[in-house]
């Protein structure tokens, strides 16, 4: 059935690593989008693609990167260059715009030790 | 600058009442706004919107309400149910020309039996 992966559910490194996300649609959506969630604070875009070969920077880009090389995929690296990256990750889909109905996936739980 | 704004962290209600979740927003840009909803170790899954145009939209047991004069809307649940306890996100969008989505912090609702 369709739908939207993320793996692992939960993830850790070591502090000065980088570490790549992975999220999968079948929902042949042709946007997807991460976000990021930490307590108390609302679901902030990390970085959106609305077509395979482009990605826009969200509200909070630095310290992170993406690929849209193929339309079911949308991996997320965390580098060493973002000052806290342990947090919760939300990969979502949507059928072509920001303001369309997102679809989420169950999230990466990141922990850098 | 919290553009969307969720004040109460969490609410309990009692089974079978009302339950009430605010939100408010600063920017009058804004021309759509959603709920989500988020169990534990689950994705956002989307509940319900309503467009600027309206002041009010109803599915079922959801009803949502817009002031924009207040900048403020709100989710009603009525009846609640145990099934409802989750986190609602509420999030605001403007869908004409440079697209913009913000989410709130959420806000955690427990129906107690």
């Known amino acids: 059935d369709g739908g939207i992966t993320q793996s692992p559910k939960y993830l850790f490194r070591k502090e000065g690593q980088n570490v790549t996300l992975s999220c999968e649609q079948n929902?042949?959506?042709?946007?997807m989008y991460w976000y990021r969630q930490d307590p108390g604070q609302g679901l902030r875009l990390i970085y959106y693609?609305?077509?395979?070969?482009?990605?826009q920077k969200g509200d909070i880009a630095e310290g992170y990167s993406v690929s849209r090389e193929k339309k079911e995929s949308f991996p997320l690296t965390v580098t060493s260059a973002q000052k806290n990256p342990t947090a919760f990750y939300l990969c979502?889909?949507?059928?072509?715009?920001?303001?369309?109905?997102?679809?989420f996936g169950p999230g990466t739980r990141l922990t850098v030790l | 600058d919290q553009q969307v704004k969720q004040n109460s962290p969490s609410l309990s209600v009692q089974e079978g009442r009302i339950s009430i979740l605010n939100c408010d927003y600063t920017?009058?840009?804004?021309?759509?706004f959603l709920w989500y909803k988020k169990y534990p170790a689950e994705g956002p899954t989307f509940l319900i919107s309503?467009?600027?145009?309206?002041d009010k939209n109803e599915d079922g047991r959801f009803t949502v309400f817009l002031n924009k004069s207040a900048k403020h809307l709100s989710l009603h649940i009525v009846p609640s149910q145990p099934g409802d306890s989750a986190v609602y996100f509420c999030?605001?969008?403007?869908?004409?020309?440079?697209?913009?989505?913000?989410f709130g912090q959420g806000t955690r609702l427990t129906i107690n039996p």
């Open positions: 309503i467009s600027s145009i309206k």
């Open positions: 693609s609305q077509i395979v070969n482009d990605f």
């Open positions: 929902l042949n959506h042709d946007a």
């Open positions: 979502a889909s949507s059928e072509q715009g920001l303001t369309d109905t997102q679809y």
């Open positions: 999030a605001a969008a403007i869908i004409q020309g440079a697209q913009k989505l913000v």
């Open positions: 920017n009058s840009m804004f021309d759509y």
